[in-house]
Structures are given as structure tokens and as C-alpha cells.
């Protein structure tokens, strides 16, 4: 029987390694060389149908690309010489630039309110729209309870320092921002704030505290303006778009407006407006919603006080990094009184409080 070619060439190297010593190394290299050649054919060998189509696909994908690639092209003669020349300076022209970046420079831009994002409405149209009208503690019809309510706040008051526990189902505490949308199923009333113009809307159970806080500020001479205390989706939809359409307007890309406007106001679906628990304030001598509010007396008055009647600065200065809203020196929320007094000791914004209380 004939040996196979392997142990043939093992037999001849180690025949050769044994006629001298100087064949020794050479006959080492030569068998171990055979064995890896071996070694590979058999493998080879085994798997031909694999190999074989690995080998096709291969083929069929070089084909298939060797047209886009230049070299290829002019080795095959498939490109004329016009082209050849555009490939050619493609491929070498060193003096490739970056498309001009169009820089916007954020510092010079203002911050859009929602008042300037408001032209082309009607007066008409817009009385009556939350987030536009303006209403001071004379202007609101139902302040009556508003005596009732300060007793109650030296009550509650007492409460508080028998140390409180908090309930993460408490209405009062819901947390509402872009990583946590209103719930589903959260469910209020509205109770209208009449007023000598029409009606606002809020969060029933918010109005008595609220009217009491107004009434407090101007028995120490601040006349407080409520506006917007209750939007539906449809205007802060309204208000989201007119934002972004204003910055692209100014060169900004759609990203990039959608980032600034969601600093500016809060993503629609993400609003405590929508739920009646914020308030925008600001006072009869400054009717602006902007940081400058912070500085005014009334804007002291507000951060000095408005604990005492449940409500809290929402997006304070110093924990944008928190809230991801920029500071809103207006912008009030209702927490109720115990959870105010916290937040307000421990300098505490809401996200905060959740994360140690609740
Ligand atoms: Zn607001």
C-alpha cells in the first residue's frame, strides 16, 4: 500500500536528519514546514464547498466594486480621459476645506419669552389665553377666604416642626419634568380665579393659598400679577413651536432651536402648567417675565415668602444643572406647606427633594 504523501516526507526528512549531524537543523525546518503546509491543505481539502463559496462571494463583491475604485478603472480603460483627470485631482487635491460653519453665538442671543413669540395674534384672540393676561390682587373678584386662609397657615405651620413624612402619591408633590411627563392617570380639578376681565384657571386647591399670599404681599406693599396659571397642551404646544420657529429664524438649525426653546420653556406634555400647580408672578411695577423680576421687591418678597403658603421657586438659580430650566425667578409651584418649609431650610429644589424624601 502506498504511504500518503505526509508520512512520505516525514520519512524523508528524518532520514535525512539522521545521515548527518549538519542535515540536523535544516531537515527540522524542512519537516516542520511540510507539516504546516500539510496541515493546511487537509484543511482545506475538508472544507472545499465552504471555501469555494467564500472564494465566489469574494469575487463577486471586487467585481462588483472595482468600477468606484479609480485604479481599477483606469487599469480596465473604463474611464475617459476628462473623467480620469476629475478622479485624479479628486483623489489627490489636498486643499479639501470644511464647509463654512455657521456659528451661532448663543451669548448675544436673547432668551425668547413667551411674549415674544406672540405677534400676529389679535388682542381679541389672545384675551382671555393663558400665559398673556395680567391680573393684580384688585383685579380678581373671589378673594374672599383669603383671611380664613392666613389662619390656617399659622396652623399648618405648627405641623411642620413636629417633623413631616412625605407620601409620593400626595398630588401636591407630583414631579413634572422632561424625564418625568405628567402621569397618565393624574387627574385635578380646575377652579377659576375670576377676575374683573374673565376667568383664569388653576388647580382648585390651590386658589384659597394663593389669594392669601397675594393678599399678604400687599398688606407689606407688593402688588403681586398672576398670569398664566393653567395652560392646556394645545398653547404650550403653541407657545414650544413659536419658540423654535423664532430661533430658526435667526440661522439656528431645527436641533439646535428645539435645545434652546426646551431651556426656555418647559416641552409640551412636561409642564406643571398643564396640571394648574404653577404660577407665573410678577408685580404691577415690573410685568416682565425675566431674571431682572428676581431683583425687584416683589421678587424679594416672593422668594422670602412664598414657602409660607406652599409655594416654591421652581427653577432656582444654581440648580439648572438639576432642573435643566434655566432660572425662572416667576415661575412658582405648589407643594404645600410642609414640603415648602423643606425645600425652602434646606435649599432644595424639587428634584432634590424627591431624591431625599420621597
Ligand atoms: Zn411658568
Not at 6 to 19: L, P, T, V, Y
Not at 133 to 151: M, P, R, V
Not at 229 to 244: C, H, T
Not at 297 to 303: Q, S, T
Amino acid at each position: 500500500m502506498k504511504r500518503p504523501l505526509n508520512e512520505r516526507a516525514k520519512a524523508f526528512f528524518i532520514n535525512m536528519g539522521r545521515q548527518s549531524r549538519f542535515l540536523r537543523l535544516p531537515a527540522i525546518i524542512g519537516l516542520a514546514v511540510t507539516m504546516l503546509f500539510y496541515q493546511v491543505y487537509d484543511y482545506c481539502r475538508k472544507g472545499t464547498k465552504r471555501f469555494a463559496c467564500t472564494i465566489f462571494i469574494l469575487c463577486c463583491f471586487m467585481v462588483g466594486n472595482s468600477f468606484s475604485f479609480p485604479v481599477f478603472q483606469e487599469d480596465n480603460g473604463f474611464v475617459s480621459d476628462n473623467e480620469k483627470e476629475n478622479t485624479v485631482a479628486a483623489v489627490v487635491a489636498s486643499d479639501i476645506t470644511l464647509a463654512n460653519e455657521q456659528t451661532v453665538a448663543y451669548d448675544e442671543l436673547e432668551m425668547l419669552e413667551d411674549e415674544d413669540v406672540l405677534d400676529g395674534y389679535e388682542d381679541a384672540e389672545l384675551h382671555g389665553m393663558e400665559g398673556v393676561d395680567k391680573y393684580l390682587l384688585d383685579e380678581i373678584i373671589n378673594t374672599e377666604g383669603g383671611e380664613e386662609a392666613k389662619t390656617e397657615v399659622v396652623t399648618e405651620s405648627e405641623g411642620e416642626e413636629k417633623g413631616a413624612s412625605f407620601d409620593e402619591n400626595d398630588w401636591k408633590l407630583v414631579l413634572i419634568n422632561k424625564q418625568h411627563p405628567i402621569p397618565e392617570d393624574y387627574t385635578f380639578t380646575l377652579g377659576p380665579i375670576k377676575t374683573i376681565k374673565g376667568t383664569m384657571q388653576c388647580d382648585e386647591r390651590i386658589i384659597e393659598e394663593l389669594l392669601a399670599m397675594m393678599q399678604a404681599a400687599s398688606e407689606d406693599g407688593v402688588n403681586l400679577a398672576i398670569c398664566s396659571p393653567y395652560r392646556d397642551l394645545a398653547w404650550q404646544e403653541v407657545l414650544f413651536n413659536r419658540k423654535i420657529k423664532a430661533y430658526m429664524n435667526k440661522g439656528m438649525s431645527y436641533m439646535e432651536a428645539y435645545k434652546i426653546s426646551s431651556q426656555a420653556v418647559t416641552v409640551p406634555g412636561a409642564s406643571e402648567h398643564q396640571i394648574g400647580l404653577a404660577i407665573d408672578i410678577v408685580s404691577d411695577v415690573y410685568t416682565t417675565l425675566d431674571e431682572g423680576f428676581a431683583e425687584t421687591d416683589a421678587g424679594i418678597w416672593l422668594e422670602e415668602h412664598c414657602a409660607e403658603y406652599g409655594f416654591v421657586l421652581r427653577y432656582p438659580k444654581g440648580k439648572e444643572y438639576i432642573t435643566s430650566i434655566e432660572f425662572e425667578p416667576w415661575h412658582f409651584r405648589y407643594v404645600g406647606k410642609e414640603a415648602a418649609g423643606v425645600m425652602m431650610k434646606e435649599n432644595l429644589c424639587l428634584e432634590e427633594f424627591w431624591e431625599k424624601y420621597l
